[in-house]
């Protein structure tokens, strides 16, 4: 009879997944609406300058240290301006970029970007490849990011590229060579007219896995340990924007990665209900899995474990109306405080 139960409470819990999961692939064309993505960026058009990133970026840090809503530590935004640049011959498409970046005590990066102002292209393509290596000495480098840079015949434009793990390495004590510019599409170098790196760095790595404000608010976080049989709780759930293969959410700048958590778990009758509604709803399951008569009928499903509480996110984004402003938005219901059966 126990394991009976326990095989129902399973089902039940399986059928709420399935109905989950099958609304959010239903809801996919819709959610980039919600969020007002439906009409995209040009991404040849997009040219944020060192100044509206800086601006944008430091208004977000400060909008995120106001909010009550923070998960984690608030890193700090911090230009390395080039202090040596360096190119061979006048043909060479190689440039030699160098920034004042030496090993501190410890730091951890969220993530760094060379951000260069590209020279116009008067002869040659203006959509091409470019490679950019850490160099490490001799003639050993390695490759941190190939990406594709649209840029103009007439006008200079801003470009970047992900360097994170080049200055995760100079700041933990490698030696800091500097970093080469490869276009492999030019005539001659892309020699930029201006060059840094901005970086988002938490100062003090004890600071990153301080305990949040939030979470004595909670109240169901799941406890860590026994996972089978588990009652309805929040579960954590990174998201990595980057990683979800939607090319809308490249237009994403901050947060690359947020805990959003989940909701899971099995609604024994009386456990945590939402609402008197679901409280109801559980005694009507329970009164007609009583009644033996009706087992073959449809009876009525027990509460499922859903997000009874929600927090917003603020998101930085790239302008679709102006493709050289950022944007600051904040979306509602993107992060899950409490879980309840409903
Ligand atoms: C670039 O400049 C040239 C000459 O100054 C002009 O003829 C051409 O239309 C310009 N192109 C663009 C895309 O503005
Ligand atoms: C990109 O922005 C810079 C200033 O931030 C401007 O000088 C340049 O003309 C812009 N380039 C294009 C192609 O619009
Ligand atoms: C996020 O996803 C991207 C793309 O897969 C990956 O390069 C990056 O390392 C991920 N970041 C983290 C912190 O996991
Ligand atoms: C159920 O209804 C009573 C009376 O309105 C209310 O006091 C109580 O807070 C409700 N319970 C829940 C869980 O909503």
């Keep these: 009879m126990g394991g009976n139960i326990w095989a129902t409470i399973a089902a039940w ?3 709420c997944l399935v109905l989950v999961l099958s609304a959010a692939a239903a809801a996919d064309h819709g959610l980039l609406q919600d969020l007002g993505l439906n009409i995209l960026p040009d ?20 909008t995120r240290e106001n909010s009550v ?8 935004l911090i230009t390395f301006n080039v202090e040596k640049q360096v190119w061979w011959k006048k043909r060479d498409v190689s440039v030699r970029l160098k920034f004042p970046i030496t090993a501190t005590h410890q730091v951890e990066v969220e993530n760094a970007q060379l951000r260069i102002l590209a020279p116009p292209q008067a002869q040659g393509p203006t959509t091409v490849r470019v490679q950019v290596n850490q160099l490490l000495g001799g003639r050993r480098k390695k490759l941190l990011e190939e990406r594709t840079f649209y840029l103009s015949k007439n006008f200079t434009k801003w470009c970047e590229v992900d360097v994170t793990s080049a200055v995760q390495s100079w700041l933990s004590g490698d030696i800091n060579l500097g970093l080469e510019l490869v276009c492999l599409d030019c005539e001659s170098s892309l020699s930029p007219y201006q060059a840094a790196i901005t970086s988002l760095i938490y100062p003090d790595i004890r600071r990153v896995r301080r305990s ?22 929040r579960q954590n759930m990174k998201v990595n924007f980057t990683k979800l293969e939607f090319p809308e959410m490249n237009f994403i700048v901050e947060p690359k990665i947020y805990e959003a958590g989940y909701c899971h778990g099995l609604c024994p009758p009386n456990y945590n209900h939402a609402t008197n509604h679901s409280r109801i709803q559980s005694l009507m399951h329970q009164m007609e899995r009583k009644n033996a008569k009706i087992a073959n009928r449809k009876i009525i499903p027990k509460a499922c474990c859903a997000p009874s509480k929600l927090g917003p996110l603020e998101i930085l984004l790239i302008n679709k109306d102006d493709p050289t402003k950022l944007l600051l938005e904040k979306w509602d219901n993107m992060v899950v405080i409490e879980c309840a059966c409903s």
């Design 212 to 233: 949040s404000p939030y979470q004595s608010e909670r109240r169901t976080d799941c406890q860590k340990g026994k996972r089978q049989k588990r009652k309805c709780c």
């Design 13 to 15: 819990t399986s059928f």
């Design 69 to 76: 809503d923070t998960d984690t530590a608030i890193p700090k």
């Design 43 to 62: 991404i040849s058009k997009i040219n944020i300058s060192l100044d509206e990133y800086t601006r944008m970026m430091n208004t977000y840090l400060q």
